[in-house]
């Protein structure tokens, strides 16, 4: 069984920083991509940045120069250093892990969602 693990959601001011984590478990082959999704209140889910195993990344327009995802594909890893964050990047941050292959599963597999308020 497939499981996702988030970290590092709190609190923080304007302009200051954050560095989320997810950590995939489980008998694991292989990952495609991994990234991140947020989610405000009363919005749809968006995309904020992914990575695939081969090393593309991808932001959004809104993140980009401010975030930075990172992979550790030993680790079935994810990363996302946060910087200059504002206050409209608050939302529950979702780790996504895309086309798995492992053991009795496959597919895509979320985390359970970490909070993120950026607040002064």
């Known amino acids: 069984q497939v499981q996702l693990v988030e970290s590092g959601g709190g609190l923080v001011q304007p302009g200051g920083s954050l560095r989320l984590s997810c950590v995939a478990s489980?008998?694991?082959?292989?990952?495609?991509?991994m990234g991140w999704y947020r989610q405000a209140p009363g919005k749809e889910r968006e995309l904020v940045a992914t990575s695939t195993i081969g090393g593309k990344t991808n932001y959004a327009d809104s993140v980009k120069g401010r975030f930075t995802i990172s992979r550790d594909n030993a680790k079935n890893a994810v990363y996302l250093q946060m910087n200059s964050l504002k206050p409209e990047d608050t939302a529950v941050y979702y780790c996504?892990?895309?086309?798995?292959?492992?053991?009795?599963?496959?597919?895509?597999?979320w985390g359970q969602g970490t909070q993120v308020t950026v607040s002064s």
């Open positions: 489980g008998s694991i082959f292989s990952i495609h991509a």
């Open positions: 996504i892990a895309e086309q798995i292959i492992a053991t009795m599963a496959s597919g895509d597999y």
